[in-house]
């Protein structure tokens, strides 16, 4: 078995990063309403994160942001004119819509894509499904130009297999790999894929939660599995627990993380937790199975949300043991601060923390687990990925320039009408597809 790696593709945060609240039921994005942002700050914060990984002697791989403002968008709801003229209108009749064509979003690649790794697959392929994101105007604008990038990306028909977003109706709302992991001995051998969904579209008998939607259905993680052609036996679908989400948990990826053998979440994480626990253990096989549960009178799902302690990554090292990624915000609260010390101190895989400041990121609600898309790849699919997307000292060096050169340092919600913004956007993404080998992606070039 050639040795198989699991890379971290993190999301190149887009030059039009702006704080407009569009997200609710993300508490974070709210609650930073109309703040001033600073983009090249932003941009910056996450290429530090991801230098650091390659470091750290992880493979580490780049996505592009998407064209912003979507002046295509925009002209699809009926505004017409030079693209300064849909700018002005759109700013003046539907100014939250103008915020929501412009937003940054794709920044949190957790929710570009469904992967599941070749050796889980029936044709062992690695098979990729763009999230919908149908539950957020702003998000579903995405997947047909996150689509292109991920072939640009992983283009060779050998190797990778490309889906179509699933249908864009509620019923099947997908949400991508921030309510999916994996779990495995190795990453080379066939391993758990772990789905979890908010709520049943078609059954309104079952529980969902009151206040806020939940973004994912049970219906779409069915039918991504059935798409990947995945083995019933090593396929886990669980429930959320409905009164999390209540309280801030939008996605699965801000109460649980998973990693090879490894479950660190919230006791309050899942619907049935317990037999979620059966469930898990037994697709797994093994004995060495991990589950780390945080109680709730450790750690109260309130201050998980504010923190994003669970919104970490989990890395393995070459010795067998993980290090977990939090944003600095985890060191602001004492109570988590002085948890992961003890965390690391215990009998468990899990023996290092690293902390980035993320700040621009968590305002806008999201933490590292949000910045990054995993994607599990034997020697030949590694081989067969775009290398030009793939951080080394050089590439960081480039875009850190790139940043600096056609980046700003302040943006306010009134700015997305500016159109010269649009054309330091488009002129930005027009020379990072050269940069990257991307081709054309984007509409302006196509």
């Known amino acids: 078995m050639s040795k198989t790696v699991e890379a971290n593709f993190d999301g190149l945060v887009g030059p039009t990063h702006n704080y407009a ?4 039921g993300n508490i974070a994005s709210t609650n930073n309403q109309s703040a001033p942002s600073n983009p090249k700050k932003a941009a910056l ?63 949190w690649t957790a929710n ?47 190797h990778f297999s490309h889906h179509p977003a699933l249908l864009s109706t509620a019923h099947f709302g997908d949400e991508g790999a921030a309510n999916h992991t994996r779990f495995c001995h190795q990453y080379g051998e066939q391993g758990v894929e772990f789905f979890v969904y908010g709520q049943h579209a078609f059954d309104s008998s079952k529980p969902k939660p009151e206040k806020f939607p939940a973004r994912q259905t049970f219906e779409a993680s069915q039918a991504i599995a059935r798409r990947h052609g995945l083995s019933e036996s090593k396929t886990v679908f669980a429930q959320q627990n409905p009164n999390v989400i209540d309280q801030g948990v939008f996605h699965n990826d801000v109460i649980a993380v998973g990693n090879r053998n490894v ?42 949300v504010k923190s994003y302690l669970f919104n970490s990554q989990l890395l393995s ?39 980035f400041d993320l700040r621009q990121s968590m305002n806008n609600g999201g933490g ?42 302040r943006l306010i919600e009134a700015d997305l009408a500016d159109p010269q913004l649009l054309i330091e956007s ?16 984007y509409q302006f070039q196509i």
């Open 263 to 304: 479950l660190f979440c919230h006791e309050q994480a899942f619907l049935n937790q317990a037999e979620v626990y059966t469930n898990l253990k037994q697709a797994y096989g093994k004995d060495d199975f991990c589950i780390i549960e945080v109680p709730e009178s450790k750690i109260r799902v309130e201050t998980a």
């Open 21 to 24: 609240g569009l997200s609710v």
């Open 317 to 355: 090292n070459p010795d067998g043991s993980m290090t977990i990624v939090v944003p600095s915000d985890c060191l602001s609260d004492q109570q988590v601060e002085k948890y992961l010390d003890k965390l690391v101190a215990a009998d468990n895989p899990i023996n290092e923390v690293k902390v």
């Open 368 to 409: 590292p687990a949000c910045l990054r898309l995993r994607v599990a790849l034997n020697q030949a699919e590694l081989a067969a990925t775009n290398s030009s997307c793939l951080i080394d000292d050089q590439l960081f060096t480039t875009l850190n320039q790139w940043v600096e050169k056609h980046y700003r340092d």
């Open 45 to 107: 914060q996450g290429l530090t994160k991801m230098k650091s990984l390659h470091d750290m002697g992880l493979v580490q791989g780049v996505l592009a942001p998407q064209e912003r403002p979507d002046v295509h968008s925009l002209r699809a709801l009926g505004f017409t004119g030079s693209d300064a003229d849909v700018l002005s209108k759109a700013a003046e009749e539907v100014p939250f819509v103008l915020a929501s064509c412009a937003s940054a979003s794709s920044m």
């Open 112 to 158: 570009a894509a469904t992967v599941s790794p070749s050796a889980d697959t029936a044709d062992n392929k690695v098979h990729f499904t763009p999230a919908n994101l149908c539950s957020k105007f702003h998000r579903s604008i995405e997947h047909e130009t996150t689509g292109r990038i991920l072939k640009g990306v992983f283009g060779s028909e050998d």
């Open 426 to 441: 488009r002129t930005a993404l027009d020379e990072l597809t050269q940069i990257l080998k991307l081709g054309s992606i």
